[in-house]
């Protein structure tokens, strides 16, 4: 019955920046891990970001450090994604995903993933 959504997602120049984000419902946002997954074209999914229950701690990839932040607002049930100095490599559907445990693992793996959006699309031109 959980169900995330995605959105944000679109079409930005090289160098730009997008937000994306990540309503969730049916479950406790609050006590869940979350993080962003993404999958370009013809490749594997891979992480991208995690951040803890309240916020206080994130994990990045080393692929957008320095050029992603994640956050969350708990009163919102939502968790954002915002991108900057978009590169055309980071086209990919973005994903977002939960980890209903509340641990924060500072993993990279989907496995560790309970619940998953259905995919938001950004696509980097350059």
């Known amino acids: 019955q959980v169900q995330l959504v995605e959105s944000g997602g679109g079409l930005v120049q090289a160098g730009g920046s997008l937000r994306v984000s990540c309503a969730a419902s049916?479950?406790?946002?609050?006590?869940?891990?979350m993080a962003w997954f993404r999958q370009p074209p013809g490749k594997e999914r891979e992480f991208g970001a995690a951040?803890?229950?309240?916020?206080?701690?994130?994990y990045y990839a080393d692929s957008v450090k320095g050029r992603f932040t994640i956050s969350r607002d708990n009163a919102k049930n939502t968790v954002y994604l915002q991108m900057n100095s978009l590169k055309p490599e980071d086209t990919a559907v973005y994903y977002c995903?939960?980890?209903?445990?509340?641990?924060?693992?500072?993993?990279?793996?989907?496995?560790?993933?309970?619940?998953w959006g259905q995919g938001t699309q950004v696509a980097v031109s350059s």
């Open positions: 049916g479950g406790t946002f609050g006590s869940w891990t």
């Open positions: 995903a939960a980890d209903t445990t509340g641990l924060f693992r500072t993993s990279s793996s989907a496995r560790d993933y309970h619940y």
């Open positions: 951040i803890s229950r309240s916020g206080g701690t994130t």
